[in-house]
């Protein structure tokens, strides 16, 4: 039976590929035009069109997805939005669906892949951590973006966790940001994604459920960097376990 499963889910996962790259190319056009708009509604309207994208994906791959708590985002706030990370699914799954406009801190490499490398810009303030340069140009992008009214999303894990633990150590980043700007943090989970495409199995990919949870807001006020940190991650922790137990 084991067997059986590890052909099927080597097979979907061509599947997968070969229609994600088929929507991609459908969608593409569209998204690209929104570089012609002005943001925040550019990023907006480049997010819906992504939205749509990621919905007839999943739809192919026999993937659905759930999002919760989507009234915890006040409107005029330009919130730090702090996801999990178990597997490459997690990035199609937050940015289209977090409410309103965002971007993400993405590796700069990515932009050197042909023409998708165009469309991962959009969405992104890009960052080479090799380069403390870089690292600085890239916080006072994250902070000209929650000034221009739309949301940071950041994986404060960095990495996908391979491990056995519900989450590896956070990185400081989201959470000085948080504190230099003001900007409050909505801690969000996402379940299941470890299960649909494991980081530690290539070319794996079975069909399932999937949710995202966005979590009340965490305000910076009267808190360390560190303090913020702890908090956020507590939080996210105990909800995950939770979760995952039922």
Same mark, same amino acid.
């Given at each position: 039976?084991?067997? &059986?499963?590890?052909?099927?889910a080597r097979?979907?996962?061509?599947?997968?590929?070969?229609?994600?790259? %088929? =929507?991609?190319?459908?969608?593409f056009?569209?998204?690209?035009?929104?570089?012609?708009?002005?943001?925040?509604?550019?990023? %907006?309207?480049?997010?819906? &069109?992504?939205?749509?994208?990621?919905?007839?994906?999943?739809?192919?791959?026999?993937?659905t997805?759930?999002?919760?708590?989507?009234? !915890?985002?006040?409107?005029?706030?330009?919130?730090?939005?702090?996801?999990n990370?178990? $597997?490459?699914m997690?990035?199609?799954?937050s940015?289209?669906?977090?409410?309103g406009a965002?971007? =993400? &801190?993405?590796?700069?490499?990515f =932009?050197?892949?042909?023409?998708?490398?165009?469309?991962?810009?959009?969405?992104?303030?890009?960052?080479?951590?090799?380069s *403390?340069?870089? @690292?600085?140009?890239?916080?006072? #992008?994250?902070?000209?973006?929650?000034r *221009?009214?739309?949301?940071? $999303?950041?994986?404060p894990?960095?990495?996908?966790? @391979?491990?056995?633990?519900?989450?590896?150590k956070?990185?400081?980043?989201?959470?000085?940001?948080?504190? %230099? $700007?003001?900007?409050?943090? &909505?801690?969000?989970?996402?379940?299941?994604?470890?299960?649909?495409l494991p980081?530690?199995?290539?070319?794996? #990919?079975?069909?399932?459920?999937?949710?995202?949870?966005?979590? *009340?807001?965490?305000?910076?006020a009267?808190? $360390?960097?560190?303090?913020?940190?702890d908090?956020?991650? *507590?939080?996210?922790? !105990?909800y995950?376990? %939770?979760?995952?137990?039922?």
């Amino acid at each position: 039976m084991r067997l &059986i499963k590890n052909i099927f889910a080597r097979v979907w996962a061509v599947w997968g590929l070969i229609t994600f790259a %088929a =929507t991609f190319l459908l969608f593409f056009l569209p998204s690209m035009a929104t570089y012609l708009i002005p943001n925040p509604r550019g990023q %907006a309207i480049f997010l819906r &069109i992504a939205a749509i994208w990621m919905r007839v994906w999943l739809t192919l791959i026999g993937c659905t997805l759930k999002v919760r708590g989507k009234e !915890n985002f006040k409107k005029g706030i330009a919130y730090i939005v702090t996801c999990n990370h178990n $597997s490459f699914m997690d990035v199609p799954l937050s940015c289209p669906f977090i409410p309103g406009a965002n971007r =993400t &801190i993405a590796k700069k490499s990515f =932009t050197k892949v042909p023409i998708f490398g165009w469309y991962y810009a959009k969405g992104s303030v890009l960052v080479d951590r090799k380069s *403390e340069q870089s @690292r600085r140009k890239s916080f006072e #992008l994250m902070l000209q973006t929650l000034r *221009e009214g739309m949301h940071m $999303s950041i994986y404060p894990e960095g990495t996908r966790n @391979r491990t056995n633990e519900p989450l590896k150590k956070f990185y400081d980043g989201a959470f000085k940001l948080s504190v %230099a $700007s003001g900007a409050p943090i &909505i801690p969000s989970v996402i379940f299941n994604t470890k299960k649909i495409l494991p980081p530690n199995k290539p070319m794996y #990919l079975v069909p399932g459920p999937m949710e995202i949870h966005f979590l *009340e807001p965490i305000e910076p006020a009267n808190l $360390s960097s560190d303090e913020l940190k702890d908090k956020v991650f *507590e939080v996210m922790k !105990n909800y995950y376990v %939770a979760g995952t137990s039922k």
